[in-house]
């Protein structure tokens, strides 16, 4: 994984501000988590880093290359949402590979990822099922699944385990830090 570094990220919803002169770094290969009660800004900041939202002022940097002003496809950043935000009408093989059919990956290696993720994730036995058909836990295993197969430079987890019962959730905590 790669180096994170905020330097005096400000961010303003019109006369609001919500986020308030951040500094941060997170050195490659360190796994950080945030924590805070609701409202206080954890997804604002990690939407901020992905690029879905823009920073009022302050610098973001990748792996020492400033981002902020970088479209999110163009920042190596994967996010996962507590949502799931699965395509409905796409089996789960289709959501994982989604990203990947798009940037025109080899189907060879379009399927190894699928698979070696599926595996990871134990949902192999899931890949030719729609959303509908499946748990809350699976859905958000599909989509980890999807961003763990784009092989990103840094992965951002939005409350990614809190649709997971107890058993599954500690079993992907320790899936998740093997990721970095």
């Known amino acids: ?26 050195d ?20 901020l880093i992905a690029g879905l939202e823009d920073v009022t002022s302050g610098e973001i940097e990748i792996d020492g290359v400033r981002v902020d002003y ?12 507590q949502s799931y935000a699965l395509y409905p009408h796409m089996n789960v093989y289709q959501n994982m590979s989604f990203g990947l059919r798009l940037a025109k ?29 499946l748990s809350g836990g699976q859905r958000q295993r599909v989509a980890i699944g999807r961003a763990i197969v784009r092989d990103p430079k840094v992965f951002l987890f939005d409350e990614p385990l809190s649709n997971l019962d107890a058993k599954l959730r500690v079993q992907m905590r320790l899936e998740l830090t093997k990721l970095h």
Do not use: W
């Open 70 to 81: 970088l479209p999110p496809a163009k920042r190596g950043i994967a996010m996962v949402f």
């Open 105 to 133: 990956t080899d189907k060879q290696i379009v399927d190894q990822k699928v698979q070696d993720a599926a595996e990871i994730l134990q949902i192999t036995e899931l890949l030719e099922r729609k959303p509908k058909e």
């Open 1 to 26: 994984m790669a180096a994170v570094k905020m330097g005096s990220i400000y961010k303003q919803f019109g006369s609001t501000e919500v986020i308030h002169g951040v500094d941060l770094e997170v």
């Open 28 to 47: 490659d290969n360190e796994f950080v988590v945030l924590v805070g009660p609701s409202g206080c800004g954890k997804s604002t900041l990690l939407r």
